[in-house]
């Protein structure tokens, strides 16, 4: 993943700042958390059509829906990089 990629990923989103004794706290999920528990919800919705269409077995680790949804999440950021 590029720089400016990971860059965008960890801008906060909907996010809370909390200030304390001249301290800002933010709280929130960041862009690459919030993407990849989209494309999460999306896989876990219905598996059987990730499996058919990428060409996936219940066997392959690749189809860990956690590393799937991190993955898209990364591609989503990479693309969006390409347009800024």
Do not use: C
């Not at 960890?10 to 301290?23: A, C, D, I, L, Q």
């Not at 990730?50 to 991190?70: M, Q, S, V």
């Not at 591609?75 to 347009?83: F, I, S």
């Amino acid at each position: 993943m590029t720089e400016k990629a990971k860059q965008l990923g960890r801008t906060p989103v909907h996010s809370f700042t909390y200030e304390k004794e001249g301290m800002f706290i933010e709280f929130g999920l960041t862009k690459r958390e919030l993407f990849a528990a989209m494309a999460m919800q999306a896989i876990l919705n219905n598996p059987t059509d990730w499996y058919d269409d990428y060409g996936l077995k219940e066997t392959d680790k690749r189809f860990n829906a956690e590393i799937l949804a991190i993955e898209y999440a990364d591609a989503l950021l990479e693309e969006l990089t390409k347009t800024e």
